[in-house]
């Protein structure tokens, strides 16, 4: 048993980096996959079937033990899933709320503005009460919409540069620029793939059977 050490210690490396391989490969090829989808054109009714394909696989890698062994790709592949699934979050709100336009500033949102209307008549504080609930909710998602600008500035800057006016936030326009960060992601987290790859093969190299092992093999 000690002379088959050496080959049956290469042969659970070999398999263990086969092994990483193809998990970070699947997980990889699943968000190119989803990125060429993307980029060809894709409805949100048929986007958040892919992103489930894709999110599976991703997470099989992540969860795997094999993905302790590569932190910073694990992380890579990580931050390119969270930009398509923040990019569902934004084209979600977007149908939901059947419109484009969010603010940054409050003052400037059409919503955040009070009725103010003088009413007459023996149901006037009724309807007033009416309108303050109004005002109330409408300034609740006032607020809700500068959350979420703001939030999407902070981790898009490019948005930036898509905005005709400061305080306005076009969710058309976010979408995209939102897929173009996972692209780059997906171009690190490749990059990253191919270097382990290579320390793989250089690991492999570097052990040989002794000759008492390859004398065993002959024997039998």
């Known amino acids: 048993m000690k002379k088959?050490?050496?080959?049956?210690?290469?042969?659970v490396l070999w398999i263990g980096g086969v092994a990483h391989s193809q998990s970070a490969n699947e997980a990889i090829e699943a968000l190119k996959k989803l990125?060429?989808?993307?980029?060809v054109?894709?409805?949100?009714?048929?986007?958040?079937?892919?992103?489930?394909?894709?999110h599976y696989k991703v997470k099989l890698f992540l969860e795997s033990p094999n993905s302790n062994s590569?932190?910073?790709?694990a992380k890579s592949v990580k931050k390119a899933l969270?930009?398509?699934?923040?990019?569902?979050?934004?084209?979600?709100?977007?149908i939901e709320h059947r419109s484009d336009i969010i603010y940054r500033d409050i003052e400037r949102n059409p919503r955040a503005e009070s009725h103010n209307l003088n009413y007459l008549g023996p149901q006037k504080d009724s309807l007033r009460n009416m309108d303050k609930m109004l005002d109330d909710m409408n300034k609740k998602m006032a607020v809700n919409e500068k959350r979420i600008a703001d939030?999407?500035?902070?981790?898009?800057?490019?948005?930036?540069?898509?905005?005709?006016?400061?305080?306005?936030?076009?969710?058309?326009?976010?979408i995209?620029?939102?897929?173009?960060?996972?692209?780059?992601e997906i171009q690190s987290a490749t990059k990253l793939l191919y270097a382990s790859k290579g320390k793989e093969e250089d690991n492999e190299s570097e052990i040989e059977p002794?000759?008492?092992?390859?004398?065993?093999?002959?024997?039998?």
């Open 4 to 11: 088959l050490l050496p080959i049956s210690i290469a042969i």
């Open 35 to 39: 990125e060429s989808r993307v980029q």
């Open 41 to 54: 054109g894709i409805s949100y009714k048929d986007y958040g079937p892919a992103l489930g394909e894709t």
């Open 70 to 73: 590569n932190p910073m790709l």
């Open 82 to 94: 969270d930009h398509f699934i923040y990019a569902k979050d934004i084209w979600g709100y977007k």
């Open 151 to 174: 939030d999407i500035v902070i981790k898009y800057p490019a948005v930036l540069k898509t905005m005709g006016s400061s305080s306005v936030v076009n969710l058309s326009n976010v």
């Open 176 to 184: 995209p620029v939102i897929w173009n960060e996972a692209s780059k």
């Open 210 to 220: 002794s000759p008492q092992s390859s004398k065993s093999k002959i024997k039998r």
